[in-house]
């Protein structure tokens, strides 16, 4: 989609950037893809190399949206960030209490690049002031906010309960070719494939503690959230809910990890969005 065009040349927008900013014109060539003596002859007012081209490359270079530049309503916060400590820097809504490891999402993002391809993906993350390559590397973290707003922004999508129960079947991809894949070797039974997730579930994230036991034929998941957790549910404006949900489907398709059938959705007895201390969900299944 093409964005209106500021009413200023792309010269000065972007020299009111620098100024506000504080970029080093060396980062601003490599950022607009310049060479430095032609970055420095615009600056100097010998040149007016400067085109909308290059305010497109330098908003993709910090991981912004490009209309924020155009608009100067950017977070400059967030901008000198990127441009004096680390371009990938997360913006403070998603970096406080950050206990997901990207592992625990990168298989949604996934999921939506073989729906909508990488540039869509890419968009989705930009417009939340995330830059896409943050998810490069599964070890970083990331907090239980972005989950329950990539969730809700999935069903802004038009996702329906079937799409999600797909989601979650997707859940492989997010060790798939990774260190962590060694970590769930094929399991005999589903109570198996339960205890070694549980036992490893701090490869994924740090925000609920999670309590195990087996019937017959089902599997019972108690999932108490820690004080961060708490804090980030109980401060959320919107519909937060849609995570406890989405676990239960999540937790019923995840022992695809360890290559066994995903289960049908987890019947969930308590819930910690209800009022009660704990979440609980019950997944029938055979013993074999």
């Not at 549980?198 to 108490?224: M, P, V, W």
């Not at 804090?231 to 239960?248: A, F, P």
């Amino acid at each position: 989609m093409d964005l209106p065009k500021s009413s200023q040349t792309p010269s000065k927008i972007i020299r009111s950037f620098v100024t506000e900013t504080g970029i080093p014109l060396l980062t601003l060539s490599n950022a607009c893809e310049l060479q430095s003596i032609e970055t420095l002859k615009w600056w100097s007012g010998k040149s007016q190399i400067m085109r909308f081209k290059h305010i497109a490359k330098l908003a993709n270079y910090l991981g912004v949206p490009e209309e924020s530049i155009l608009n100067a309503d950017h977070n400059r916060q967030l901008i000198r960030r990127r441009i004096f400590d680390s371009r990938i820097a997360l913006p403070e809504i998603y970096e406080e209490n950050a206990e997901s490891y990207v592992r625990s999402s990168s298989y949604i993002l996934e999921y939506l690049h073989l729906l909508h391809g990488q540039k869509f993906v890419d968009t989705v993350l930009v417009q939340m002031n995330i830059h896409p390559c943050y998810f490069d590397q599964v070890e970083r973290k990331i907090n239980l906010r972005f989950v329950i707003d990539i969730l809700n922004l999935c069903k802004t999508y038009g996702f329906t309960n079937k799409d999600f129960h797909q989601l979650a079947r997707s859940v492989f991809l997010g060790i798939e070719g990774t260190s962590a894949e060694t970590v769930f070797p094929t399991t005999e039974t589903y109570g198996e494939a339960y205890e070694l997730i549980a036992e490893n579930s701090q490869l994924f994230d740090r925000n609920f503690e999670y309590k195990i036991t087996h019937g017959t034929d089902f599997t019972c998941i108690l999932a108490t959230p820690l004080d961060h957790t708490v804090s980030i549910i109980d401060t959320y404006c919107g519909d937060s809910k849609i995570l406890h949900d989405y676990r239960g489907i999540l937790f019923a398709a995840i022992p695809s990890l360890c290559r066994l059938n995903p289960l049908e959705i987890a019947i969930r007895s308590r819930c910690y969005f209800s009022g009660d201390k704990v979440s609980e969900y019950k997944i029938m299944h055979s013993n074999k």
